[in-house]
């Protein structure tokens, strides 16, 4: 049994990571700013999960968890997330996404705690320059928050060098499934689709990304978290194919039927108003390394994902369908 920390354990990744802890016996401190309702109905079923309240950006509240109780490694899935979130406060993405992550760095290696699996992002590749990239991709993000999780991956680095912190990367692309707070897609469609609304979007059909639903997202996680040795300190997360805007949407019409959905040819933009934030080129994320070293496999291509996520949302949703 592991004592595990996960920060943004209230978050949309973090519960799903803690519950998968806790399901296979290892004990779980979810830290967040707040305890949502699915976390609330965790730890009200899990004995083995303590929840902390705090900030990763308070000093003071990160040190004295690490003290009280020490884990033998941290999952770290705190952070301001998404390129929309950055642009309207790249301030505050700094402050919490390099800032709070520096707090961390700094009470592990005064406490003793030396493995910390990093929720990092494809985002810090910027503009995919193929179809399908490798961790060896150059690594030039555009946005905030990208460049914010590449800060993180470099102190890591510095931190490992200097007083032996093991941190690992794990860039992971659009992850999605039940819990998703964020109004994007394949949430949207979802949503729209379950619910008997029409949806329209008016450009972004030829988008095509590296979806990556939840239980891939978690078993990487654990699969770099139980890995003796790392070769590496980075690793590709993903379903390791793209699929397009418009390709989701036919695949939720086909899923649901009678769903009203669409999406208009057109540059994709992160949001629907002129000044929406731009959105670079993506595409797959080759997961040959984390196959070799990890063991992981990812199970869910876009088809499987969706028809899981719709199952999963289907029965609060009083569509008829």
Not at 46 to 56: D, I, K, T, W, Y
Not at 72 to 94: E, K, L, M, N, W
Not at 172 to 181: D, F, K, N
Not at 279 to 293: C, Q
């Amino acid at each position: 049994m592991a004592n595990i920390l996960v920060t943004g354990g209230a978050g949309f990744i973090g519960v799903a990571v803690a519950r998968a802890l806790l399901e296979r016996g290892d004990r779980v401190t979810a830290f967040d700013l707040r305890v949502g309702p699915e976390l609330a109905a965790l730890a009200e079923a899990q004995p083995e999960l303590s929840v902390a309240l705090g900030e990763v950006t308070e000093w003071q509240s990160v040190a004295a968890l690490m003290q009280a109780n020490p884990p033998d490694a941290v999952v770290h899935c705190a952070a301001i997330v998404g390129v929309i979130a950055s642009v309207q406060t790249p301030a505050r993405t700094f402050q919490v996404n390099v800032g709070g992550t520096i707090n961390l760095f700094e009470a592990m290696r005064l406490f003793g705690v030396k493995r910390l699996i990093h929720m990092s992002s494809e985002e810090t590749y910027g503009d995919f320059q193929a179809p399908l990239i490798d961790e060896e991709h150059p690594q030039k993000p555009i946005m905030a928050y990208g460049i914010s999780k590449l800060a993180v991956e470099h102190l890591g680095r510095s931190y490992d060098v200097q007083y032996g912190l093991e941190v690992v990367n794990l860039r992971t692309c659009w992850a999605y499934g039940p819990g998703l707070s964020r109004a994007r897609v394949p949430k949207t469609m979802v949503d729209a689709a379950l619910s008997g609304r029409p949806l329209h979007l008016s450009a972004g059909a030829e988008m095509a990304v590296d979806h990556t639903y939840i239980d891939d997202v978690v078993a990487g996680i654990l699969a770099a978290l139980d890995q003796d040795r790392h070769p590496f300190d980075a690793y590709n997360i993903g379903s390791g194919q793209a699929t397009s805007l418009a390709e989701i949407a036919e695949i939720v019409k086909a899923l649901v039927p009678g769903a009203d959905i669409s999406v208009a040819a057109g540059e994709y933009r992160h949001g629907d108003t002129d000044n929406s934030a731009h959105a670079v080129r993506k595409g797959a994320l080759d997961v040959s390394r984390a196959r070799e070293v990890l063991g992981f496999e990812p199970r869910f291509d876009m088809r499987r994902g969706l028809a899981a996520y719709i199952e999963a949302e289907r029965p609060s949703r009083n569509t008829g369908a």
